[in-house]
């Protein structure tokens, strides 16, 4: 099926040739005809699927085909809000995309730098605002922003915004939209306060589910290393020898571990970055430009920050640390092997971490494949012995089977 199926005006069939679209994605082929008919989305649907475009195409489409005819400064037709200030640029980018060949205006508004630029944004008029919540809702206190004119409302990654407390955010934005308006809810999980809050939000909504990338794919080869902790860096280094990782997105547990490990792997001849919380916004900016650019072939990144990071061609994912809850792994792993490229997800696994694995693979078709013939596996149990090649293969046998003995339980 290809996009002139979905009656998709001439405009926007012609940016997505220019981005290299040919087929919709599953979201996107349920979607977009849904949207199309003026009918409220409860999409279930997670980063990584086209989950924007799905709601950014009808979006642009309604917009043009019912122009603003106002004289005078634009009013805000559209308001998308979603967590983070990466996930709206990277929404703001794909409406510019999207939009390039009709005269749609976009502003896009987040915290953690000085507000003047997006008020003077503000100022000129606009047919789409893409906003953090926190943000938004400053610029709503100082008078920049008056929703009365929302047509379309979009709430982008509603679990995630829950989880980073902006739910009381969110219910002020909404008690000061219009009752008549379109509105669009997607979430990557439905837990039960997500599901409240979409009642909340839309009305007669037209569900729309796609389940995790992670578990659809068959782009994303998997494998877990079992791996004392303090010899993760090692393995890093070494998996990093392979010339085909052209790429790697490493997560950590915690922003000083993504620092660190940052560190040792720049003191090791491999360009890296880390990107969290503590960064200040230009920073992250600027690590993730370099990373894209591929100026840097590391970024080591913490979840928060990484969400909703838009990489093409990452090569691949590694799980530094195993995540507590199961559902990072898959949003972790779902940056790569995206739109029809393949991808590579690697997990280092320390024995106090096993239990969270389990708890993973419970959400996947079939366990991590372990990779149990790696030679610092072998080598685990050696510390501070520095063994030549030879000795390693000699004492593969007996320490693997040290291993096999601390794992089968
Ligand atoms: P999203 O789920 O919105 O974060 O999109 C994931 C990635 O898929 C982005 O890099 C998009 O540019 C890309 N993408 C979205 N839709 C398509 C499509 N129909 N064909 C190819 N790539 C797409």
Same mark, same amino acid.
């Not at 953090?132 to 610029?139: C, E, I």
């Not at 994303?220 to 393995?235: A, E, L, P, T």
């Not at 389990?358 to 078709?365: F, H, N, Q, S, Y």
């Given at each position: 099926?290809? &996009?002139?199926?979905?009656?998709?005006?001439? =405009?926007?069939?012609?940016?997505?040739?220019?981005?290299?679209?040919?087929? =919709?994605?599953?979201?996107?082929?349920?979607?977009?005809?849904?949207?199309?008919?003026?009918?409220?989305? !409860?999409?279930?649907?997670?980063?990584?699927?086209?989950?924007?475009?799905?709601? @950014?195409?009808?979006?642009?489409?309604? !917009?043009?085909?019912?122009?603003?005819?106002?004289?005078?400064?634009?009013?805000?037709?559209?308001?998308?809000?979603?967590?983070?200030?990466?996930?709206?640029?990277?929404?703001?980018?794909?409406?510019?995309?999207?939009?390039? &060949?009709?005269?749609?205006?976009?502003?896009?508004?987040?915290?953690?730098?000085?507000?003047?630029?997006?008020?003077?944004?503000?100022?000129?008029?606009?047919?789409?605002?893409?906003?953090?919540?926190?943000? !938004?809702?400053?610029?709503?206190?100082?008078?920049?922003?008056?929703?009365?004119?929302?047509?379309?409302?979009?709430?982008?990654?509603?679990?995630?915004?829950?989880?980073?407390?902006?739910?009381?955010?969110?219910?002020?934005?909404?008690?000061?939209?219009?009752?008549?308006?379109?509105?669009?809810?997607?979430?990557?999980?439905?837990?039960?306060?997500?599901?409240?809050?979409?009642?909340?939000?839309?009305?007669?909504?037209?569900?729309?589910?796609?389940?995790?990338?992670?578990?659809?794919?068959?782009?994303?080869?998997?494998?877990?290393?079992?791996?004392?902790?303090?010899?993760?860096?090692?393995?890093? !280094?070494?998996?990093?020898?392979?010339?085909?990782?052209?790429? @790697?997105?490493?997560?950590?547990?915690?922003?000083?571990?993504?620092?660190?490990?940052?560190? &040792?792997?720049?003191?090791?001849?491999?360009?890296?970055?880390?990107?969290?919380?503590?960064?200040?916004?230009?920073?992250?900016?600027? @690590?993730?430009?370099? &990373?894209?650019?591929?100026?840097?072939?590391?970024?080591?990144?913490?979840?928060?920050?990484?969400?909703?990071?838009?990489?093409?061609?990452?090569?691949?994912?590694?799980?530094?640390?195993?995540?507590?809850?199961?559902?990072?792994?898959?949003?972790?792993?779902?940056?790569?092997?995206?739109?029809?490229?393949?991808?590579?997800?690697?997990?280092?696994?320390?024995?106090?971490?096993?239990?969270?694995?389990?708890?993973?693979?419970?959400?996947?078709?079939?366990?991590?494949?372990?990779?149990?013939?790696?030679?610092?596996?072998?080598?685990?149990?050696?510390?501070?012995?520095?063994?030549?090649?030879?000795?390693?293969?000699?004492?593969?046998?007996?320490?693997?089977?040290?291993?096999?003995?601390?794992?089968?339980?």
């Amino acid at each position: 099926m290809s &996009f002139d199926k979905l009656n998709i005006i001439e =405009p926007i069939q012609k940016a997505l040739q220019v981005e290299g679209y040919t087929i =919709p994605t599953p979201i996107q082929k349920q979607a977009i005809p849904i949207i199309l008919e003026g009918k409220d989305v !409860l999409g279930s649907a997670q980063t990584g699927t086209g989950k924007t475009a799905a709601f @950014a195409i009808p979006i642009i489409q309604l !917009l043009t085909q019912n122009p603003d005819y106002n004289r005078g400064r634009r009013k805000i037709r559209t308001l998308i809000v979603t967590p983070t200030r990466e996930l709206a640029i990277q929404i703001g980018d794909s409406f510019a995309a999207y939009g390039k &060949f009709t005269d749609l205006r976009y502003v896009v508004i987040y915290g953690g730098v000085k507000q003047l630029q997006q008020t003077n944004a503000l100022q000129k008029g606009m047919d789409v605002l893409v906003a953090t919540p926190g943000r !938004l809702l400053d610029l709503m206190d100082q008078g920049y922003i008056n929703l009365q004119n929302i047509q379309f409302f979009v709430l982008d990654e509603a679990d995630r915004m829950l989880d980073m407390g902006f739910i009381h955010d969110v219910r002020k934005i909404i008690a000061v939209l219009p009752a008549r308006r379109q509105s669009l809810f997607f979430s990557a999980t439905m837990p039960a306060e997500v599901i409240e809050l979409a009642r909340k939000i839309l009305n007669k909504p037209t569900k729309v589910a796609i389940a995790p990338v992670a578990i659809t794919t068959e782009a994303i080869r998997q494998s877990v290393y079992y791996v004392d902790k303090d010899r993760k860096k090692d393995i890093l !280094l070494h998996i990093l020898k392979d010339p085909t990782l052209e790429t @790697a997105l490493i997560f950590t547990r915690t922003k000083y571990g993504a620092d660190k490990l940052a560190k &040792f792997l720049n003191t090791n001849g491999i360009k890296s970055d880390a990107i969290h919380g503590n960064k200040t916004q230009t920073a992250r900016q600027h @690590a993730l430009a370099n &990373f894209k650019r591929r100026a840097s072939r590391v970024l080591v990144a913490s979840d928060i920050a990484s969400r909703g990071l838009d990489i093409d061609e990452l090569s691949c994912v590694v799980n530094f640390d195993i995540p507590d809850i199961p559902d990072t792994y898959v949003h972790r792993i779902g940056r790569t092997g995206r739109a029809g490229a393949t991808g590579r997800a690697i997990s280092f696994c320390a024995p106090e971490e096993k239990v969270n694995l389990k708890r993973i693979e419970k959400l996947l078709p079939s366990p991590i494949p372990v990779v149990r013939d790696h030679p610092f596996l072998a080598n685990l149990r050696i510390s501070g012995v520095k063994a030549s090649a030879e000795k390693e293969q000699s004492s593969l046998k007996p320490r693997t089977s040290i291993f096999r003995k601390r794992w089968a339980d």
